[in-house]
């Protein structure tokens, strides 16, 4: 079966800390994104990224960036955590042009910064 | 801009019912995909109907199917002899010619026994 794996289901990190949230994929998918959840406001994209090396901005950017070495993993990086950032990470990947063959996301990253 | 709105932020039927979910977009795209996620409590988002923007023909899924309004730019969704199991948040989502996913706010589906 096809997987999309967060490392962490949950996360405890103090103010100004600097977080790396992991996300690994094992379809050999060549995008992949990071979304926030948060009630109220669905799910907003932060960043995403179509190649190794590549990525872009999404609706959310501020505060965070990204990183992609390898194909497989993707890594979302708050350089200095704010209780503002405390919420849900959800991870996803996909292959192919529009997402006709769907979306495969992870299980989430529940942040809580204090 | 690329909007989507789910203007229930929730619901409650009792098992059995048919309950239908709305959702409206706003895109000047053509041609996209449209999706209905299901998110239980596990967390774990799952897909449960696409549909094709140029397809006239509304998508069925077993007990789910869509009322697919290109003009409305309406996509509902309905589910028809509800179950326990279905109690879960939804989400409509679309991809307005980017790859990326435009997700609306959810519509948080109780169903009682």
């Known amino acids: 079966d096809v997987k999309v794996t967060q490392s962490s289901r949950y996360l405890v990190k103090r103010t100004g800390e600097k977080v790396f949230l992991e996300c690994v994929q094992d379809?050999?998918?060549?995008?992949m994104f990071w979304y926030r959840q948060d009630p109220g406001l669905g799910l907003r994209l932060i960043y995403f990224?179509?190649?190794?090396?590549?990525?872009e901005k999404g609706d959310i950017p501020e505060g965070y960036s990204v990183s992609r070495e390898k194909k497989e993993r993707f890594s979302l990086i708050l350089e200095s955590a704010s209780t503002n950032q405390t919420s849900m990470y959800l991870c996803?990947?996909?292959?192919?042009?529009?997402?006709?063959?769907?979306?495969?996301f992870g299980s989430g990253t529940r942040l809580t910064v204090v | 801009a690329q909007t989507v709105t789910q203007s229930q932020p929730e619901m409650s039927v009792q098992e059995a019912e048919t309950v239908t979910l709305s959702c409206t977009y706003d895109?000047?795209?053509?041609?996209?995909?449209l999706f209905w996620y299901k998110q239980p409590p596990s967390r774990q988002m799952i897909l449960v109907i696409r549909?094709?923007?140029?397809?006239?023909q509304n998508a069925t899924e077993n007990r789910f199917s869509v009322n697919f309004q290109k003009a409305a730019k309406s996509f509902s969704l309905k589910i028809s002899d509800s179950q326990l199991g279905d109690t879960a948040m939804y989400f409509c989502?679309?991809?307005?010619?980017?790859?990326?996913?435009?997700f609306g706010q959810g519509t948080r589906l109780t169903i009682n026994p």
């Open positions: 996803a990947s996909h292959f192919g042009e529009r997402g006709p063959y769907g979306y495969t």
């Open positions: 379809m050999d998918h060549e995008n």
């Open positions: 990224s179509y190649d190794v090396k590549m990525k």
């Open positions: 895109t000047s795209e053509n041609n996209y995909y």
């Open positions: 549909q094709e923007a140029y397809k006239q």
């Open positions: 989502a679309f991809t307005p010619g980017a790859q990326k996913l435009v």
